[in-house]
């Protein structure tokens, strides 16, 4: 069986363009990663923790339904990601509500101080990279990035992971 590679199919292509835009995704993914260290580095804790730290610290009393809509992810990966801040006591979680059970996050003294050492920005360079473009560019790369999804018969449940976690 002959082996083979992949990126020495994209090579063979009649044009460069194909490993052109291989690089492009490769140096996006590292600009990613590079961030996601650093934040660990310096803060302790996953960059999907530390987002969701920051959106608790903005909007105190945050459930973990609107914590999954604001961070745009699955509904158990937030209550995950609150299990783990509550564990290193970054969060406190207390039930309120008339009928008590509604769970209101705050961040707690110790979480403040991870903030205060974490670097920016909070949600990740991609999300904040990406705010800071125009609408007709963002619209491109959207139609763009779809035909590419469709191309790779992707699972449409991956867009609910935070890029931290892959």
Excluded: Y
Excluded at 55 to 68: F, K, S
Excluded at 91 to 120: C, H, N
């Amino acid at each position: 069986m002959p082996d083979i590679h992949p990126e020495k199919q994209i090579a063979g292509a009649d044009s460069g363009a194909p490993m052109r835009v291989l690089r492009q995704f490769r140096v996006v993914f590292n600009a990613v990663k590079t961030h996601f260290r650093q934040v660990e580095r310096e803060a302790g804790l996953g960059g999907a923790q530390l987002w969701a730290l920051s959106v608790i610290d903005r909007q105190p009393g945050i459930g973990a339904t609107v914590l999954a809509r604001e961070l745009d992810i699955h509904q158990s990966t937030a209550s995950n990601l609150v299990r783990a801040l509550v564990e290193r006591g970054f969060v406190s979680a207390s039930r309120e509500g008339l009928d008590r059970r509604t769970v209101a996050l705050r961040v707690t003294p110790e979480g403040l101080a991870v903030l205060r050492a974490a670097p920016l920005p909070f949600a990740g360079v991609l999300p904040d990279a990406l705010a800071s473009l125009d609408e007709a560019t963002l619209l491109r790369l959207e139609q763009d990035l779809g035909r590419l999804i469709a191309e790779l018969a992707a699972d449409d449940e991956a867009a609910q992971l935070p890029l931290a976690q892959l």
